[in-house]
C-alpha cells in the first residue's frame, strides 16, 4: 500500500509516554491493557476498537494513541482513526496538521484512503486525523458511508483503533461503540460521577457494545510523584 502523505521527522511527542519513557511504570500498564485485550481477542482477532469515556477531559485519546503505539509495537498493522468530529485532538498529539482526514473522505468520494492517511515515525503505526470539522457531526458517523469506511480500513490494517467522543450527550459515540468490535472505556480519577457511570453502562447495553474493560486513568503513582498516571483494565 502507498501512502500519498510523508513521513513526518521525529518530534517529542507531548503525551505518548509510551514514545518518551517506553520502559516507565505506565508503558508498562498500557502493555498490561494490550494484553489483556489480546486475550479477549483469543476466539476471534478483533479489527476495530472504539476508545471513549462518559465526559470530556478523560483522558480518552490519550490512551487511544498510547494503546495504538503498543499494538504497532506488537507487529500489528495500526491505524489510529480519529473519529471525534467535535474535539479533535488525535494529530495534537502527533503534532501533524489536521488536513484531510477522515471527514474529507466522508464528504468526497474522489478521495482515497491512501490520500488520507499520514505514517508516523513508529513502525506499523498510520494516523487518519478528522479533517474539516463539519457541521454534521452524528449524520456522518451514522451514515452509509462511514460504515463502509470502517469495512474498508479494517479490510487495509490488523487493527483500526477509533478516538470517539465522550459516550454522554453525543450520539456519535454510541454508534461507533455499537459497530466497533470491542470498546474501551476511561474513566477518569476523581472526576467521574457514579450517575454518568450508570448511563454509560445503560447506553453500552442497549448498542450492544462489546465493552472489553476499563482504564482508569491520572490515578497519583505516589504522594512524591502526582504527575504520573496508572492505568489498569477491569473485565466486565
Same mark, same amino acid.
Given at each position: ?10 518530534? #517529542?511527542?507531548?503525551?505518548?509516554? &509510551? ?5 516507565? =511504570? ?5 502493555? &498490561?491493557? +494490550? &494484553?489483556?485485550?489480546?486475550?479477549? %481477542?483469543? @476466539? ?10 462518559? %465526559? ?5 485519546? $490519550? ?6 503505539? $503498543? ?14 468530529? +467535535? ?18 473522505? =466522508?464528504?468526497?468520494?474522489?478521495? $482515497? ?10 513502525? *506499523? ?10 457541521? *454534521? ?6 451514515? *452509509? ?26 450520539? @456519535?459515540?454510541?454508534? %461507533? ?10 474513566? +477518569? ?6 450517575? #454518568? %457511570? ?18 482508569? #486513568? ?7 510523584? *502526582? ?8 473485565? #466486565?
Amino acid at each position: 500500500m502507498v501512502f500519498g502523505r510523508k513521513k513526518r521527522t521525529k518530534k #517529542n511527542y507531548k503525551g505518548l509516554i &509510551t514514545l518518551a519513557s517506553p520502559g516507565s =511504570l505506565i508503558s508498562e500498564q498500557f502493555t &498490561t491493557l +494490550r &494484553t489483556n485485550i489480546e486475550f479477549a %481477542m483469543v @476466539d476471534k482477532k478483533y479489527k476495530s476498537l472504539v476508545v471513549t469515556s462518559s %465526559m470530556p477531559d478523560a483522558g480518552k485519546s $490519550t490512551v487511544a494513541a498510547n494503546l495504538a503505539i $503498543t499494538f504497532a509495537r506488537q507487529g500489528y498493522r495500526v491505524l489510529l482513526a480519529e473519529a471525534d468530529f +467535535r474535539r479533535p485532538s488525535v494529530h495534537k498529539a502527533f503534532q501533524v496538521v489536521n488536513g484531510i482526514g477522515m471527514t474529507s473522505l =466522508l464528504s468526497n468520494p474522489e478521495l $482515497t484512503v491512501e490520500e488520507c492517511v499520514l505514517e508516523t515515525d513508529i513502525h *506499523n503505526l498510520h494516523l487518519m486525523t478528522c479533517g474539516p470539522i463539519p457541521p *454534521n457531526p452524528a449524520e456522518l458517523i451514522g451514515s *452509509n458511508r462511514m460504515k463502509e469506511l470502517q469495512d474498508k480500513l479494517t479490510s487495509k490494517y490488523d487493527l483500526v483503533i477509533f478516538d470517539t467522543p465522550p459516550l454522554l450527550g453525543f450520539g @456519535d459515540a454510541q454508534i %461507533m461503540a455499537g459497530r466497533a468490535e470491542g470498546t474501551i472505556f476511561v474513566v +477518569r480519577h476523581g472526576v467521574a460521577k457514579k450517575e #454518568n %457511570m450508570l448511563k454509560a453502562h445503560e447506553i453500552f447495553q442497549r448498542v450492544n457494545a462489546n465493552v472489553l474493560g476499563a482504564v482508569y #486513568n491520572q490515578v497519583p503513582t505516589s504522594e512524591q510523584d *502526582n504527575s504520573y498516571y496508572y492505568y489498569y483494565t477491569e473485565e #466486565n
